[in-house]
Protein backbone atom coordinates (compact mmCIF):
# COMPACT_ATOMS: atom_id res chain seq x y z
CA UNK A 1 0.00 0.00 0.00
CA UNK A 2 2.70 2.48 0.81
CA UNK A 3 3.51 2.26 -2.92
CA UNK A 4 0.32 3.34 -4.03
CA UNK A 5 0.41 6.44 -1.31
CA UNK A 6 4.10 6.97 -2.90
CA UNK A 7 3.07 7.09 -6.26
CA UNK A 8 -0.24 9.26 -5.74
CA UNK A 9 1.84 11.85 -4.62
CA UNK A 10 3.83 12.12 -7.52
CA UNK A 11 0.82 12.28 -9.37
CA UNK A 12 -0.32 14.71 -7.48
CA UNK A 13 2.89 16.58 -7.56
CA UNK A 14 3.54 16.60 -10.61
CA UNK A 15 0.33 17.60 -12.03
CA UNK A 16 0.71 20.49 -9.37
CA UNK A 17 3.96 21.59 -11.39
CA UNK A 18 2.23 21.30 -14.70
CA UNK A 19 -0.54 23.63 -13.72
CA UNK A 20 1.82 26.20 -12.46
CA UNK A 21 4.13 26.00 -15.19
CA UNK A 22 1.00 26.22 -17.56
CA UNK A 23 -0.66 29.37 -15.38
CA UNK A 24 3.25 31.08 -15.70
CA UNK A 25 3.21 30.53 -19.06
CA UNK A 26 0.02 32.47 -19.86
CA UNK A 27 0.91 35.52 -18.22
CA UNK A 28 -0.93 35.06 -15.02
CA UNK A 29 1.86 34.99 -12.92
CA UNK A 30 4.12 37.05 -14.97
CA UNK A 31 5.61 39.90 -12.88
CA UNK A 32 6.08 41.73 -15.67
CA UNK A 33 4.53 45.43 -15.64
CA UNK A 34 2.29 46.48 -17.95
CA UNK A 35 3.17 48.58 -21.05
CA UNK A 36 3.33 52.06 -19.95
CA UNK A 37 0.61 54.07 -21.09
CA UNK A 38 0.99 56.04 -24.80
CA UNK A 39 0.44 59.50 -24.28
CA UNK A 40 -2.29 61.23 -25.21
CA UNK A 41 -1.67 63.08 -28.59
CA UNK A 42 -2.92 66.36 -27.34
CA UNK A 43 -0.63 66.54 -24.82
CA UNK A 44 1.52 68.41 -26.14
CA UNK A 45 -0.72 71.08 -26.72
CA UNK A 46 -1.56 71.26 -23.05
CA UNK A 47 2.31 71.45 -22.58
CA UNK A 48 2.02 74.36 -25.18
CA UNK A 49 -0.81 76.30 -24.09
CA UNK A 50 0.91 76.25 -20.70
CA UNK A 51 4.11 77.53 -21.25
CA UNK A 52 2.35 80.11 -23.32
CA UNK A 53 0.46 81.65 -20.40
CA UNK A 54 4.03 81.22 -18.66
CA UNK A 55 5.44 83.42 -21.14
CA UNK A 56 2.52 85.68 -20.62
CA UNK A 57 3.31 86.13 -16.77
CA UNK A 58 6.85 86.95 -17.28
CA UNK A 59 6.26 89.51 -19.65
CA UNK A 60 3.50 90.70 -17.70
CA UNK A 61 6.00 90.73 -14.81
CA UNK A 62 8.90 91.97 -16.42
CA UNK A 63 6.81 94.82 -18.50
CA UNK A 64 3.68 96.29 -16.07
CA UNK A 65 2.93 98.28 -18.64
CA UNK A 66 1.73 95.59 -21.00
CA UNK A 67 -0.43 94.03 -18.44
CA UNK A 68 -3.72 95.48 -19.45
CA UNK A 69 -3.06 94.42 -22.77
CA UNK A 70 -1.32 90.52 -22.30
CA UNK A 71 -3.66 89.37 -19.03
CA UNK A 72 -6.32 89.03 -21.38
CA UNK A 73 -4.67 86.82 -23.82
CA UNK A 74 -2.43 84.84 -21.27
CA UNK A 75 -5.96 83.74 -19.68
CA UNK A 76 -7.11 81.92 -22.91
CA UNK A 77 -3.99 80.13 -22.78
CA UNK A 78 -4.89 78.88 -19.31
CA UNK A 79 -8.34 78.43 -20.13
CA UNK A 80 -7.33 76.23 -23.12
CA UNK A 81 -4.93 74.21 -20.95
CA UNK A 82 -7.93 73.30 -18.29
CA UNK A 83 -10.41 72.27 -21.02
CA UNK A 84 -7.20 70.06 -22.35
CA UNK A 85 -6.64 68.57 -19.32
CA UNK A 86 -10.05 67.95 -18.73
CA UNK A 87 -10.33 65.97 -21.84
CA UNK A 88 -7.20 64.28 -21.69
CA UNK A 89 -8.05 63.42 -18.10
CA UNK A 90 -4.35 65.26 -17.04
CA UNK A 91 -4.09 67.36 -13.83
CA UNK A 92 -2.91 70.61 -14.28
CA UNK A 93 0.16 71.97 -12.03
CA UNK A 94 0.11 74.37 -9.85
CA UNK A 95 1.15 78.03 -11.03
CA UNK A 96 3.67 79.81 -9.90
CA UNK A 97 5.02 82.80 -11.19
CA UNK A 98 8.57 84.60 -10.18
CA UNK A 99 8.97 87.94 -9.39
CA UNK A 100 10.85 89.27 -12.77
CA UNK A 101 12.30 92.65 -12.33
CA UNK A 102 10.95 95.88 -14.62
CA UNK A 103 12.69 95.75 -17.98
CA UNK A 104 13.28 98.91 -19.62
CA UNK A 105 10.93 101.15 -21.82
CA UNK A 106 12.19 99.62 -24.78
CA UNK A 107 12.30 96.11 -24.30
CA UNK A 108 8.55 96.32 -24.09
CA UNK A 109 8.84 95.96 -28.48
CA UNK A 110 10.72 92.90 -28.36
CA UNK A 111 8.81 90.93 -25.56
CA UNK A 112 5.72 91.71 -28.20
CA UNK A 113 7.61 90.52 -30.79
CA UNK A 114 8.70 87.66 -28.68
CA UNK A 115 5.10 86.74 -27.73
CA UNK A 116 4.34 87.31 -31.41
CA UNK A 117 6.60 84.69 -32.69
CA UNK A 118 5.05 82.05 -29.83
CA UNK A 119 1.64 82.66 -31.22
CA UNK A 120 2.52 81.76 -34.65
CA UNK A 121 4.26 79.06 -33.81
CA UNK A 122 1.79 77.50 -31.33
CA UNK A 123 -1.12 78.71 -33.98
CA UNK A 124 1.13 75.99 -36.86
CA UNK A 125 1.35 73.27 -34.20
CA UNK A 126 -2.43 73.79 -32.89
CA UNK A 127 -3.50 73.51 -37.06
CA UNK A 128 -1.68 70.36 -37.66
CA UNK A 129 -3.30 68.80 -33.91
CA UNK A 130 -6.66 69.77 -35.02
CA UNK A 131 -5.97 68.18 -38.09
CA UNK A 132 -4.88 65.18 -37.05
CA UNK A 133 -7.69 65.17 -34.15
CA UNK A 134 -11.09 62.48 -34.27
CA UNK A 135 -14.00 64.82 -34.91
CA UNK A 136 -15.03 64.79 -31.17
CA UNK A 137 -11.31 66.72 -30.52
CA UNK A 138 -10.80 68.87 -33.63
CA UNK A 139 -13.53 71.54 -32.25
CA UNK A 140 -11.76 71.92 -29.25
CA UNK A 141 -8.55 72.25 -30.89
CA UNK A 142 -9.75 74.30 -33.85
CA UNK A 143 -10.75 76.57 -31.93
CA UNK A 144 -7.73 77.09 -30.17
CA UNK A 145 -5.83 77.16 -33.48
CA UNK A 146 -8.19 79.96 -34.13
CA UNK A 147 -7.59 81.78 -30.70
CA UNK A 148 -3.58 81.89 -31.49
CA UNK A 149 -4.11 83.44 -34.62
CA UNK A 150 -6.22 86.04 -33.59
CA UNK A 151 -3.36 86.72 -30.67
CA UNK A 152 -0.76 86.31 -32.96
CA UNK A 153 -2.86 89.58 -34.71
CA UNK A 154 -3.65 91.30 -32.22
CA UNK A 155 0.28 91.34 -31.43
CA UNK A 156 0.99 93.52 -34.16
Known sequence: MSVT?????????AAAGL??????????LDDDPAPPEAPDPLQPLLDEALALAASYDRAILSQPGLASRLTPLADDHRAHAAELARLI??????????????????????????LRAAE????????AACKA?????????????ACRATHAEALR
Open 89 to 114: GRTLPSSGTSAVASGPAGAAAATIAS
Open 133 to 145: APPERAALVGSIA
Open 19 to 28: ATAGLSGCGL
Open 5 to 13: RHSRRRLLG
Open 120 to 127: QAGQKSAT
